[in-house]
């Protein structure tokens, strides 16, 4: 029997859930100082986010850390193509 990959996982995901995980990852990844509260913040709702997402969707299938590190990688796919997008008047 195959595994699901990550990519299979997270197509499960709202684009709504998505956009603000997006946000808080930017908001402490990208942050002028690592050790602001803001940016703490962030993280954890961050992490917790995640957490909750592993336990429903991917627990016992993946290891969490393998799990986390494509929610990652998704995120800065997202925040460069949104850099890349022309202005809009």
């Known amino acids: 029997m195959q595994t ?3 990519d299979a996982f997270l197509e499960q995901i709202s684009r709504q859930e998505f956009d603000a995980i997006v946000k808080l990852y930017d908001r402490f990844a990208h942050s002028e ?3 602001d509260s803001v940016a703490d913040k962030a993280e954890a709702t ?3 986010n995640v ?3 592993y336990d ?3 627990q016992g299938k993946l290891p969490f850390h393998d ?3 494509a929610v990652i990688r998704r995120c800065k796919l997202r925040i460069i193509n ?3 997008k022309p202005p809009t008047a």
């Open 67 to 69: 799990f986390r590190k």
């Open 4 to 6: 699901p990959s990550n």
């Open 46 to 48: 961050f992490n917790e």
């Open 82 to 84: 949104e850099l890349k």
């Open 56 to 58: 429903s969707l991917v």
């Open 33 to 35: 100082d690592p050790f």
């Open 51 to 53: 957490q909750g997402w």
